[in-house]
Nanobody, 120 residues
Framework: QVQLVESGGDLVQAGGSLRLSCVAS????????MTWYRQAPGKERELVAS???????TYSESVKGRFTISRTNGETSTYLQMDRLKPDDTARYLC??????????????WGLGTQVTVSS
């Protein structure tokens, strides 16, 4: 099976930086795209950034210019560099992979998330 594990969340002061990691493991044939979402209490889940299999990147307007999504050459690890953090960035950050496993159908796999808290 496919597993995604996030790490890197922490408590940080406004203006600070964090780097989140998402590692995909298991019987992976193709990683079609990886996407970071976030969800704050009482708010809807929000797409933060996404990177396609071809390397194309998209960002939400709220993080454009402050966050950078990247991945390793092997594509199994995806990172979210978050700079100039604001209290509004406080949320649980989740990684979702559009993945085709070996011998199984393409699907979307989710990690459990990592908490980011930005203090003012």
């Amino acid at each position: 099976q496919v597993q995604l594990v996030e790490s890197g969340g922490d408590l940080v002061q406004a203006g600070g930086s964090l780097r989140l990691s998402c590692v995909a493991s298991g019987n992976i044939r193709i990683i079609n795209s990886m996407t970071w979402y976030r969800q704050a209490p009482g708010k809807e889940r929000e797409l933060v950034a996404s990177i396609s299999g071809g390397g194309s990147k998209t960002y939400s307007e709220s993080v454009k210019g402050r966050f950078t999504i990247s991945r390793t050459n092997g594509e199994t690890s995806t990172y979210l560099q978050m700079d100039r953090l604001k209290p509004d960035d406080t949320a649980r950050y989740l990684c979702a992979g559009d993945i085709t496993p070996i011998g199984a159908m393409r699907g979307v796999y989710w990690g459990l998330g990592t908490q980011v808290t930005v203090s003012s």
